[in-house]
């Protein structure tokens, strides 16, 4: 009931007329809406919840994807609210059933057009996430004129557990997104897309496994162009450690009695025997879940170091912009009083500043890394607990910016790459905790600026507004073009957005005016980097 209401309500506020519109894919006939959303008042077609892999289910649990069945009649592609377990957050309606995606395409689907095609990848930290509910929509994408794709993909244990061997190897989820790629190219032009025209994008998590799909040689030539907002592979929580460990855990909380020394093959055979919601009740025990590097074997999604990779060029060599926000833990500091608290911790012990993936057991070391970092944000007798807005700049960095800017580094002597920072802040972005002396701009906020998250913009400033036509015009001239400022716009202030090439760190400040800036976060970042070189082990793997 109360999903037809809410339906009955967005359509309302999104849609002023709807019509059926048919395209006959090889796997069966799907049946879309024709939607004229009021935010742009064009028309465009989409196509929700079209199945793209087989349901892993059954005996497909912890499986890489498999084909799609073909079905008779018409499929009614009018909703997308299939949702995969999401870790820590019960929701009635989420399955395992759930690789679906959505079309949207702004000319009447057919073979005659080639227009170019993004493909997005939702984040939530490799454990949540969706493609969009209703009411966030593609429509400024739709008024650029490219066809936009977004899906579904296995998250939490579903998506990410592995043995560590060939019986889990892992990644099911990165695998999932692998095929939705290659979905595209078997199907996009029914729609008006062309698979030669493909840019691949995701934020957070999302950004995270483009990244990765950039490193797997299973996705060269699935897209030719990349865009990452505020993620890397080389961030710390991007990677699972431990990865068997927690596998035999999850069995251990099911059954007690399941010891450690059961092989892969007996965990395989108990984790698919048992309801998965049993699975999903256990994993929020496990601050988890992310991709692996795979033993080597066929169809293994990475099995190198990403970093090395990252470094030496070892992956699909095409056209990458990314950039991250400027202060990615604003968000951390919306309860004074609980992050206060959090951040005693390092008060406490310095050690605590230090990541996993520094991989420094010994505990004097630790402490004397752990002050180094301290250095970078605070004076010797500053608590972390009384500065607040350093204590945000410290953990975004450890984060995200510093992965980030690392990946981004590293791929530059290989590939062209565009580089930004998001600093603009104003109300469309949604955040209202500010800290004087730090950046503005949270997480997720510059998405706000790309999707349709409202009915109805006339209450936001024009320089909200500007930046989001901004922020749509530079990402879409990226889509169609590979080049964010392929001619002078009166809109982007007649720029260039330089590359960031071999000598020069350049790269777009998007502030409420746009500039050129060099060496992105350098306050930090160049000390973070003089830290790991000089006290993390190598190889690195993450950063
Ligand atoms: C779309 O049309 C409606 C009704 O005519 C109008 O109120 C609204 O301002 C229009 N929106 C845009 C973005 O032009
Ligand atoms: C595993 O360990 C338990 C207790 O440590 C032991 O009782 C059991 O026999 C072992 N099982 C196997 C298959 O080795
Ligand atoms: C990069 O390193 C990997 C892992 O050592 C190796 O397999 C690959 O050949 C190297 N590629 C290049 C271009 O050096
Ligand atoms: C550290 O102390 C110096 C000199 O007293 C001061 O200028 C600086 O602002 C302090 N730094 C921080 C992060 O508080
Ligand atoms: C951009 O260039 C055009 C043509 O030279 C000029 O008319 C316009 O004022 C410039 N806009 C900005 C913001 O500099
Ligand atoms: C943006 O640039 C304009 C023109 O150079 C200048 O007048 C204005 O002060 C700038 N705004 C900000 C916030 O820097
Ligand atoms: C970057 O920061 C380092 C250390 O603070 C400093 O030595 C260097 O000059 C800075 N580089 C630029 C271009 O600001």
Not at 210 to 217: D, G, I, K
Request: charged share 20%; glycine share 6%.
């Amino acid at each position: 009931m109360l999903k037809i209401l809410l339906f009955v309500v967005l359509s309302f506020f999104i849609q002023i007329f709807c019509e059926d519109i048919d395209v006959t894919l090889p796997n069966g006939k799907i049946r879309g809406l024709k939607v004229t959303p009021v935010v742009t008042n064009l028309t465009y077609y989409s196509f929700l919840g079209i199945p793209f892999a087989a349901p892993p289910i059954g005996n497909l649990r912890f499986k890489p994807p498999q084909p799609v069945e073909n079905w008779e009649g018409t499929l009614i592609a009018d909703n997308n609210d299939a949702l995969c377990y999401q870790v820590g957050k019960k929701t009635e309606h989420a399955s395992e059933d759930c690789l679906y995606l959505n079309v949207y395409t702004p000319v009447v689907p057919s073979t005659s057009s080639s227009l170019p095609v993004l493909v997005f990848i939702y984040g939530g930290t490799f454990r949540r996430g969706r493609s969009f509910p209703g009411y966030k929509s593609p429509a400024f994408l739709m008024k650029e004129n490219v066809v936009v794709v977004t899906f579904n993909y296995r998250v939490g244990p579903f998506g990410f557990l592995s043995t560590e061997d060939e019986v889990i190897p892992g990644n099911m989820g990165l695998k999932d997104q692998q095929f939705a790629l290659k979905w595209v190219q078997q199907n996009i032009n029914l729609f008006g897309g062309d698979p030669r025209q493909v840019t691949l994008m995701g934020q957070s998590a999302g950004s995270a496994s483009v990244t990765y799909q950039l490193l797997s040689p299973g996705s060269a030539g699935l897209f030719r162009a990349a865009i990452g907002n505020s993620g890397s592979a080389l961030c710390t929580w991007a990677f699972q450690r431990n990865a068997a460990d927690i596998a035999y855990g999850i069995a251990a909380e099911i059954d007690p009695t399941f010891e450690r020394n059961r092989t892969s093959e007996e965990l395989l055979n108990f984790l698919s025997n048992v309801p998965a919601s049993a699975i999903e009740d256990t994993a929020d025990k496990y601050n988890a879940f992310a991709p692996v590097i795979e033993v080597p074997h066929v169809g293994a999604l990475i099995s190198d170091l990403m970093y090395r990779n990252a470094e030496n060029g070892s992956f699909n060599k095409v056209p990458v912009l990314m950039g991250f926000n400027s202060e990615e833990a604003l968000m951390m500091a919306e309860k004074t009083g609980s992050w206060r608290s959090y951040v005693r911790q390092y008060d406490k012990d310095l050690r605590t500043l230090v990541d996993d993936d520094m991989y420094i057991t010994d505990s004097d070391k630790k402490l004397l890394v752990g002050k180094e970092i301290k250095k970078i944000y605070l004076n010797d007798t500053d608590m972390f607990a009384d500065k607040l807005g350093e204590s945000v700049q410290y953990f975004g960095d450890n984060r995200f910016i510093r992965p980030i800017i690392k990946f981004a580094e590293l791929i530059r002597h290989h590939v062209d790459l565009y580089f930004y920072q998001f600093s603009y802040h104003g109300p469309l972005g949604g955040n209202s905790v500010e800290i004087p002396g730090i950046g503005k701009v949270a997480h997720a906020e510059d998405q706000n600026y790309f999707w349709v998250v409202h009915d109805n913009y006339d209450s936001f400033p024009d320089t909200d507004i500007k930046t989001l036509q901004r922020y749509v015009t530079l990402l879409t001239n990226f889509v169609k073009y590979l080049n964010p400022t392929p001619i002078a716009d009166d809109l982007l202030q007649n720029i260039t957005w330089p590359k960031a090439t071999e000598n020069d760190y350049l790269y777009l400040d998007i502030d409420t005016n746009l500039s050129i800036q060099t060496n992105p976060r350098n306050f930090s970042y160049s000390k973070w980097v003089d830290i790991y070189e000089e006290n993390a082990a190598k190889p690195f793997i993450s950063y």
